[in-house]
């Protein structure tokens, strides 16, 4: 059974930051790229960033770059997503999710994860 353990949410005040976790289990997590998502109360869940197996393919989301920082460590089948400067904006449930067919043409798009954490709750105060 696959399992995605996202952790590391929290409140922050805007302009510090947070480290987020997953922890995947029940799958060959080296054969999978993994992404973050968002979604924000009434919103659509959103992409924010991705990163290929071996960590050499990365994608973020226009509204994180240069902010958040996408790693894994397949011996320890995590991912992390360092989160720096954090605007009010960032405020959401974040996910992580495991990807089998990463391309550049589906890093973006959920129907291609199909493996989900539960959500981590990050809260940016102003």
């Known amino acids: 059974q696959v399992q995605l353990v996202d952790s590391g949410g929290g409140l922050v005040q805007a302009g510090g930051s947070l480290r987020l976790s997953c922890a995947a289990s029940g799958l060959t997590f080296s054969g999978y790229a993994m992404g973050w998502f968002r979604q924000a109360p009434g919103k659509e869940r959103e992409f924010v960033a991705a990163i290929n197996w071996h960590g050499g393919d990365i994608y973020y989301a226009d509204s994180v770059k240069g902010r958040f920082t996408i790693s894994r460590d397949n011996a320890k089948k995590t991912v992390y997503l360092q989160m720096n400067s954090l605007k009010p904006e960032d405020t959401a449930v974040y996910y992580c999710?495991?990807?089998?067919?990463?391309?550049?043409?589906?890093?973006?798009?959920?129907?291609?994860?199909?493996?989900w954490g539960h959500g981590t709750q990050v809260t940016v105060s102003s």
């Open positions: 999710a495991a990807n089998g067919r990463y391309s550049s043409l589906t890093y973006y798009d959920t129907k291609y994860y199909p493996y």
